[in-house]
């Protein structure tokens, strides 16, 4: 099945610094989502991106589907960006029908 | 934010009882999703509904039931709860299937003792 690998696992900034989270993923998909999973546990819905650039304050994102990769950035980082970052792609077809495959996650621990 | 509540937020059974947990939707999405998170397995999914009364299952299905008798509501049930039940349960809708995106309700910590 389709593999999603996230880097870095771990990630620890100080206030202010900005930070670059990649999701890989092995074959084309036609969904890409991001999520933030905060200290409360709830998953936030981030960017649908399959491809393209998008932003959103101090967040963007980019996928490159045609290279199977997409970036998170997260300019000037606040401690209330803690959590963890997710990318999840649809299942292939044949598959269960809307199926989000998950990465593992990039674990940020920002220090005030 | 997409209008999904899940009930319970948090449960403690006993093993051997059966449990069961809503998910409710307000935004009449077709697909509803069940899914566990656990430490080092991520999110996977248990059961799914893309209709009222049509239901299928996902990768981890052992042990737990689902129905959906109106759009908006879609029920998973542990049948006979075991301690290897115990996780973080979340519901998920979309819309459609390609180029939509997936919402997630808040969760439910579910312990079994």
């Known amino acids: 099945g389709i593999q999603v690998e996230q880097s870095p696992p771990d990630l620890i900034l100080q206030e202010g610094a900005n930070s670059t989270l990649r999701c890989n993923f092995s074959?084309?998909?036609?969904?890409l989502q991001w999520f933030h999973q905060n200290p409360w546990g709830q998953l936030i819905n981030l960017f649908y991106?399959?491809?393209g650039t998008k932003q959103n304050g101090r967040l963007s994102a980019t996928t490159v589907a045609t290279e199977r990769y997409s970036l998170l950035y997260i300019s000037s980082s606040q401690t209330t960006d803690s959590g963890v970052y997710f990318c999840?792609?649809?299942?292939?077809?044949?598959?269960?029908?809307?199926?989000?495959?998950f990465g593992k996650g990039t674990k940020l621990s920002v220090k005030p | 934010d997409a209008g999904i509540t899940q009930s319970p937020r948090h449960k403690v059974t006993e093993t051997g009882t059966p449990v069961t947990l809503r998910c409710h939707q307000t935004?009449?999405?077709?697909?509803m999703y069940w899914y566990r998170q656990d430490p080092g397995h991520g999110l996977r999914l248990i059961h799914y509904?893309?209709?009222?009364?049509?239901?299928d299952k996902g990768e981890v299905s052992d042990g737990y039931s689902v129905s959906r008798s109106k759009t908006e509501d879609f029920l998973l049930t542990l049948e006979s709860a075991t301690s290897s039940q115990t996780s973080v349960y979340f519901c998920?809708?979309?819309?459609?299937?390609?180029?939509?995106?997936?919402?997630f309700g808040q969760g439910t910590r579910l312990t079994v003792v």
């Open positions: 991106i399959p491809s």
């Open positions: 999840a792609v649809d299942a292939p077809y044949g598959g269960s029908q809307g199926n989000l495959i």
């Open positions: 935004e009449n999405h077709r697909y």
């Open positions: 074959d084309s998909v036609n969904n």
């Open positions: 998920a809708i979309r819309e459609g299937l390609a180029y939509t995106e997936a919402f």
């Open positions: 509904s893309y209709g009222v009364k049509d239901t």
